[in-house]
């Protein structure tokens, strides 16, 4: 059987993603009537008030340089200074990318290099309050991705009391590009991960100037999805993200996995060596720097997701993530992070052989060989319905699930915070036209909407119960970006993850409940067999 690659299992959630298009730009809030001026230290921004009065938004706020000539493959750099009002009524360019997932609907002006644009939403109050900070961090493998999907639009979600915050950053080849002649010109003798330094701007620029929105740069909280969550790890780890953020949010994914693994920063030089001398004939820095952004694209576009990844450059990680959380010297903060029921299907193990327990038991055999019987008691089926649960809950484990959890478990033990965990299975609605066979499920990314309380941007039948789970999650979140604990008046309670008390995990439905994490086993014969790396 041939090995699913983590190119293949990002493809194959599109038939997933396919089913949830036609999302509704128009449905999230009403016409902006009326402008307001706010300083930065740049220079003065012109942003919109939302039509019912309560909601503020600047877009497209520059927050680095653009990143290009000389800049191409260097850490962010300051802004220049403007004089007069820039127009920040709509969001700046998206990172350069191709068009990989059908569930992206983006609504700026359009891919560019010149990417290095935040967003951020207020609620209508004096401008002295001293609001919590939500910082997002879209996901996309660090190939795609940007901050004007309607899914996430801040302007719900800051009506709960906080300030919200979206930045965008490199991708791909213009992110994360490691070359020899880059480490050498390097005054830290690194390359590599330009995407993440991108962030770490970001939360200075949110440091420095969030204070006159009326946000407290002293209780700001990162959180993101898929690869945002993968980065909120990462940034936990760094030394240079320390200090610029007090609590941290994690959707379905880490760095303690092999979905996007990190590689040494000499892998990353030889990687991206090769490519380029391959796919546009010189491994020449300044050769390369002469190339349009357009050829860069083009010769990069097919390359499988990862190509050009995170790397331990030994500045901004100056080891890896589990070394780093091992020793307890990742950032100490409160940590609230989980996945969903549904990250992945059966097609890992089974590739496209029935669900069948006959199948379920041959392909277990071949995979794991020896080990075989102790993969079948933590992952059990008597049945072919069993079986195939069984094959996608291993699909989702090794995806996300794995990664998520050994991130909870290592930041439960050496953090010095407090840690609380999250199952996300709330079953997303049928959608029109679904094709014979459809089940529905709590797939990759849906959660997303639910917590930024914009279930009308998607052209799905949501009924009431869905939207009382967005409501719930909304307050979880903010209350969590507000204090460190996500409880409050009226919401069930969600104890902490700890050892002492089984592990409790906070199960999201129309019927939340919390239960000790009774599949534990599962994750420790991952961690037993290989599955950990970064």
């Given at each position: 059987?041939?090995?699913?690659?983590?190119?293949?299992?990002?493809?194959?959630?599109?038939?997933?993603?396919?089913?949830?298009?036609?999302?509704?730009?128009?449905?999230?809030?009403?016409?902006?009537?009326?402008?307001?001026?706010?300083?930065?230290?740049?220079?003065?921004?012109?942003?919109?008030?939302?039509?019912?009065?309560?909601?503020?938004?600047?877009?497209?706020?520059?927050?680095?340089?653009?990143?290009?000539?000389?800049?191409?493959?260097?850490?962010?750099?300051?802004?220049?200074?403007?004089?007069?009002?820039?127009?920040?009524?709509?969001?700046?360019?998206?990172?350069?990318?191709?068009?990989?997932?059908?569930?992206?609907?983006?609504?700026?002006?359009?891919?560019?290099?010149?990417?290095?644009?935040?967003?951020?939403?207020?609620?209508?109050?004096?401008?002295?309050?001293?609001?919590?900070?939500?910082?997002?961090?879209?996901?996309?493998?660090?190939?795609?991705?940007?901050?004007?999907?309607?899914?996430?639009?801040?302007?719900?979600?800051?009506?709960?009391?906080?300030?919200?915050?979206?930045?965008?950053?490199?991708?791909?080849?213009?992110?994360?590009?490691?070359?020899?002649?880059?480490?050498?010109?390097?005054?830290?003798?690194?390359?590599?991960?330009?995407?993440?330094?991108?962030?770490?701007?970001?939360?200075?620029?949110?440091?420095?100037?969030?204070?006159?929105?009326?946000?407290?740069?002293?209780?700001?909280?990162?959180?993101?999805?898929?690869?945002?969550?993968?980065?909120?790890?990462?940034?936990?780890?760094?030394?240079?993200?320390?200090?610029?953020?007090?609590?941290?949010?994690?959707?379905?994914?880490?760095?303690?996995?092999?979905?996007?693994?990190?590689?040494?920063?000499?892998?990353?030089?030889?990687?991206?060596?090769?490519?380029?001398?391959?796919?546009?004939?010189?491994?020449?820095?300044?050769?390369?720097?002469?190339?349009?952004?357009?050829?860069?694209?083009?010769?990069?576009?097919?390359?499988?997701?990862?190509?050009?990844?995170?790397?331990?450059?030994?500045?901004?990680?100056?080891?890896?993530?589990?070394?780093?959380?091992?020793?307890?010297?990742?950032?100490?903060?409160?940590?609230?992070?989980?996945?969903?029921?549904?990250?992945?299907?059966?097609?890992?193990?089974?590739?496209?052989?029935?669900?069948?327990?006959?199948?379920?038991?041959?392909?277990?055999?071949?995979?794991?060989?020896?080990?075989?019987?102790?993969?079948?008691?933590?992952?059990?089926?008597?049945?072919d319905a069993e079986a195939r649960r069984a094959a996608a809950d291993f699909g989702s484990d090794k995806f996300i699930g794995y990664?998520?959890?050994?991130?909870?478990?290592?930041?439960?033990?050496?953090?010095?915070?407090?840690?609380?965990r999250y199952k996300f299975e709330e079953l997303m609605p049928k959608p029109a036209g679904a094709p014979v066979g459809w089940t529905?499920?709590?797939?990759?990314?849906?959660?997303?909407?639910?917590?930024?309380?914009?279930?009308?941007?998607?052209?799905?039948?949501?009924?009431?119960?869905?939207?009382?789970?967005?409501?719930?999650?909304?307050?979880?979140?903010?209350?969590?970006?507000?204090?460190?604990?996500?409880?409050?008046?009226?919401?069930?309670?969600?104890?902490?993850?700890?050892?002492?008390?089984?592990y409790e995990v906070m199960h999201l439905s129309a019927q939340p409940s919390v239960a000790p994490d009774l599949q534990r086993g599962?994750?420790?014969?991952?961690?037993?067999?290989?599955?950990?790396?970064?």
């Open positions: 059987m041939k090995p699913t690659t983590p190119g293949a299992v990002w493809k194959r959630r599109m038939s997933h993603w396919a089913l949830c298009l036609g999302l509704l730009p128009g449905a999230l809030a009403a016409q902006p009537v009326s402008r307001v001026t706010v300083h930065v230290k740049d220079g003065d921004l012109e942003g919109v008030v939302s039509g019912d009065g309560l909601v503020r938004t600047f877009k497209g706020i520059p927050y680095a340089a653009p990143p290009v000539g000389k800049l191409r493959w260097q850490p962010p750099q300051p802004v220049e200074p403007w004089t007069g009002v820039r127009d920040a009524s709509a969001y700046g360019p998206r990172a350069m990318q191709v068009h990989l997932w059908d569930d992206m609907f983006f609504h700026d002006s359009g891919p560019s290099e010149d990417c290095l644009y935040l967003n951020l939403w207020m609620p209508e109050k004096p401008a002295t309050a001293k609001l919590p900070v939500m910082v997002w961090i879209y996901g996309g493998g660090f190939v795609a991705g940007g901050t004007s999907e309607a899914r996430q639009d801040g302007g719900n979600l800051c009506k709960k009391g906080v300030l919200v915050v979206s930045m965008g950053y490199r991708l791909g080849a213009f992110g994360f590009l490691a070359l020899p002649g880059l480490t050498a010109a390097s005054p830290h003798h690194a390359s590599g991960n330009y995407g993440l330094l991108d962030m770490v701007a970001a939360l200075h620029w949110v440091h420095d100037n969030i204070a006159t929105f009326g946000g407290d740069p002293d209780n700001v909280t990162i959180f993101g999805e898929s690869a945002g969550s993968f980065s909120v790890s990462i940034l936990m780890a760094s030394p240079l993200a320390q200090g610029l953020f007090q609590r941290a949010i994690g959707e379905s994914g880490a760095m303690f996995g092999r979905t996007l693994p990190a590689r040494s920063l000499a892998e990353a030089e030889a990687s991206g060596a090769k490519f380029m001398q391959e796919k546009l004939g010189s491994a020449s820095v300044e050769a390369l720097r002469t190339k349009s952004a357009q050829e860069i694209m083009d010769a990069t576009a097919k390359a499988p997701i990862g190509s050009f990844g995170l790397c331990v450059d030994g500045w901004f990680l100056p080891s890896s993530c589990t070394e780093i959380y091992t020793a307890g010297t990742q950032s100490h903060v409160p940590l609230l992070a989980g996945w969903n029921l549904d990250e992945d299907g059966y097609e890992d193990l089974l590739g496209q052989d029935p669900p069948t327990l006959s199948n379920y038991r041959t392909h277990v055999e071949e995979r794991f060989g020896d080990k075989a019987d102790a993969f079948l008691k933590v992952y059990p089926a008597t049945n990664s998520a959890w050994k991130w909870i478990d290592l930041q439960a033990a050496t953090g010095g915070s407090p840690v609380y529905p499920k709590a797939y990759h990314s849906c959660e997303i909407e639910f917590v930024f309380r914009v279930l009308g941007s998607k052209a799905l039948p949501f009924e009431p119960r869905h939207h009382q789970v967005s409501e719930l999650m909304a307050s979880y979140w903010t209350n969590f970006a507000k204090t460190g604990n996500p409880n409050g008046p009226g919401l069930p309670i969600w104890p902490r993850y700890s050892p002492r008390d089984g599962r994750y420790e014969f991952l961690d037993a067999n290989g599955m950990g790396k970064n």
